[in-house]
């Protein structure tokens, strides 16, 4: 499977999403294979399809006014931030080359890239069967959205690196109570680079959709 990746820097959600539905229309039609895209978000909340907007802890025009946008989306999925220093990776993949299904994708691919990545730096982090991302300890260091349309994926991952969590601050991440949210950077006491970390995913992501691909 021929990857093709796209990194953006800093772009807005809706850029974000414009280009991801254009890849995604490659893909469905085979103009491509496949597309990994890398990005920051500037400080943005998300709101997937069924997001209860009861996970805001302040009012829209508050959170407004401090210079964060709000967007709604078509992922799976509750609120969510983003945020500068935060790792955004949207892989559009087609799961019908991989005979793989929606939820393997999710854990035995994406999740378990991010956990590949975090045992390299030396953090060991888990799944939830019940909260959705990646954590260390009971603090979430990565969060997970995906949909699957045409048996195309789209959405992804957000891995926080060095951002700053403020933002988090205004909503319940994820809708998930009694939570705490944290970074690379905090973890491990130090700034994690994120190019580092962006290298390291699509290292983990290339080898293992390679491998997939070729035991189909």
């Not at 993949?93 to 005979?99: E, H, Q």
């Not at 393997?104 to 939830?128: P, R, T, W």
């Not at 988090?168 to 009694?178: A, D, L, N, R, T």
Request: proline letters at 3%; glycine letters at 8%; aromatic letters at 4%.
């Amino acid at each position: 499977m021929d990857i093709i990746h796209e990194d953006f820097s800093l772009i807005s959600y809706e850029k974000a999403m414009e280009r991801q539905s254009q890849l995604h229309s490659q893909v469905v039609s085979g103009e491509i294979d496949a597309a990994i895209m890398t990005l920051q978000h500037p400080a943005t909340l998300t709101l997937g399809k069924n997001a209860s907007r009861e996970n805001f802890l302040l009012a829209q025009k508050d959170i407004l006014e401090r210079g964060v946008e709000i967007v709604e989306t078509d992922r799976g999925g509750e609120v969510t931030a983003h945020m500068p220093g935060q790792l955004v990776v949207y892989p559009i993949i087609p799961l019908r080359a991989l005979s793989i299904g929606p939820k393997a994708f999710v854990n035995k691919i994406l999740l378990a890239a991010v956990l590949e990545v975090l045992e390299g730096f030396g953090l060991k982090g888990h799944l939830d069967d019940d909260n959705p991302g990646v954590w260390v300890e009971d603090r979430k260091v990565c969060a997970v959205g995906v949909r699957i349309s045409q048996r195309v994926s789209t959405h992804g991952i957000a891995i926080n690196v060095n951002n700053d969590l403020k933002t988090f601050e205004y909503i319940v991440p994820c809708g998930i109570q009694g939570k705490t949210v944290s970074s690379l950077s905090q973890e491990l006491g130090r700034r994690v680079e994120l190019d580092a970390v962006k290298r390291d995913i699509l290292a983990s992501l290339n080898k293992s959709l390679g491998n997939l691909s070729r035991d189909t």
